[in-house]
């Protein structure tokens, strides 16, 4: 029989079970989902936040979440109290304190503020957290090096993605940077392991494996419906009945959220300066029209206040 305590995320003298504490900055769509899935798993998990409204309107969101799920029949409203009862925010870092792995789900609206406010976040961490704690984002198309260079150990930083909405991903993309240490790495595979996903490693670099093969899929989707080759609907059902894939390109867009989308998008082409990472002139639409999938109830598609399609 295998020894579960090498699946514990961190050693102190103080003795912890198999179910640690998860820390979380941002409890926004991305850290909502990470944050249900953790607390599912029957760990603790505690999130930061910019204020009490906000903190008050992420756990609101996170029972409506919930309710979605319930609806489809996915749950019970006895394991929808156990998951919130696990679920903790506040406005200060020092909730975060006796978490074994913090992760940083936040969201910037521009690559220099992406990358700036993100370091500031890791700086703070270091000044809370144990030394041991695992400090990870969950960013793509940020690479891990960058962030960690300036903290005073930044061999326990490592990039840890998870595919939204992360309850439903079977998998998890985990990059170590130049810094990251060998104990940090193995610790973020005994953590993936817990969470009963399939560890991806990949080597650093913008948007790793997932948004780098999304970004060009959808644009080139769009492209196709631009040039009149054929319908949203058809193209959808091309990759999904055609090729087996769950979603289609714009289905795909709609679940990401077209806003997140064109933030890749715009990182990428900055990064690497192919025309393939370039946002399609339609993407740039719905964003400015404000629809941007699920999460506003109309994108490509339109979607019931659960987050259903509606036909």
């Not at 999130?47 to 992420?58: L, W």
């Not at 060998?182 to 790793?208: H, M, R």
């Not at 091309?238 to 087996?244: C, K, Q, W």
Request: with cysteine; aromatic share 8%.
């Amino acid at each position: 029989m295998e020894n579960i305590e090498k699946y514990a995320l961190s050693k102190s003298s103080k003795p912890k079970t198999l179910f640690g504490k998860v820390g979380l900055i941002g409890c926004g769509e991305v850290g909502r989902s990470i944050a249900r899935m953790v607390s599912a798993r029957g760990m603790d998990v505690v999130f930061v936040e910019v204020s009490e409204e906000q903190i008050e309107k992420s756990l609101n969101s996170l029972s409506l979440d919930i309710d979605a799920i319930i609806e489809r029949w996915g749950m019970v409203k006895s394991e929808k109290r156990a998951i919130l009862s696990r679920i903790k925010g506040s406005t200060n870092y020092e909730i975060l304190k006796e978490c074994d792995i913090v992760i940083e789900a936040i969201i910037s609206k521009n690559r220099e503020k992406l990358i700036n406010e993100r370091k500031e976040i890791f700086e703070k961490l270091e000044k809370y957290v144990p030394k041991d704690t695992v400090i990870a984002t969950n960013s793509t198309t940020v690479v891990i090096t960058e962030l960690s260079s300036g903290l005073k150990y930044p061999e326990r930083c490592v990039s840890f993605h998870f595919i939204s909405p992360a309850p439903d991903a079977r998998i998890v993309e985990v990059v170590r940077g130049i810094y990251t240490s060998d104990a940090t790495y193995e610790k973020v595979k005994n953590f993936s392991k817990l969470l009963g996903k399939k560890f991806i490693g990949a080597t650093e670099s913008p948007g790793i494996i997932s948004t780098r093969l999304v970004v060009p899929l959808i644009n080139e989707a769009c492209e196709i419906l631009m040039e009149g080759v054929g319908s949203m609907e058809d193209i959808d059902c091309t990759m999904s009945a055609g090729f087996g894939i769950p979603f289609g390109p714009f289905a795909m867009a709609d679940k990401i959220g077209l806003d997140k989308l064109l933030k890749w998008c715009e990182n990428l082409y900055q990064e690497f300066g192919d025309l393939k990472y370039k946002a399609s002139p339609v993407i740039k639409k719905y964003v400015r029209a404000n629809l941007l999938g699920r999460k506003t109830g109309k994108g490509f598609y339109e979607y019931d206040k659960y987050g259903n399609r509606v036909k």
